[in-house]
Nanobody, 119 residues
């Protein structure tokens, strides 16, 4: 069993920065990949960034050069540093984790945290 808890969302002005945090608990050693997705009502949930156990990262084109994903040494936390935010970044951001446990693949999600970029 794995649980994810997010923090760091809020209201920020255009051009500002936020750092989102996600903490995993439970069978964290079964986790292979952690990442962030975001969703606006009426739109498809989209990938923002991923971080694998091997340290490989991937980003959506819309956030490349502005967002950075990282993972702590204990590998139970993942962060998303968001710089130069614009109103188009407004969304609910979800932490996710994927892995294998007892030969079963799984994907779990956090509860989501609201990011609003507005002046």
């Amino acid at each position: 069993q794995v649980q994810l808890v997010e923090s760091g969302g809020g209201l920020v002005q255009p051009g500002g920065s936020l750092r989102l945090s996600c903490t995993a608990s439970g069978n964290i050693y079964s986790i292979k990949t952690m990442g962030w997705n975001r969703q606006t009502p009426g739109k498809q949930r989209e990938l923002v960034a991923t971080f694998t156990d091997g340290g490989i990262t991937d980003y959506a084109d819309s956030v490349k050069g502005r967002f950075t994903i990282s993972r702590n040494n204990a590998r139970n936390k993942v962060y998303l540093q968001m710089n130069n935010l614009n109103p188009e970044d407004t969304a609910v951001y979800y932490c996710n984790a994927g892995g294998y446990y007892q030969l079963h693949a799984y994907t779990i999600w956090g509860q989501g945290t609201q990011v609003t970029v507005s002046s």
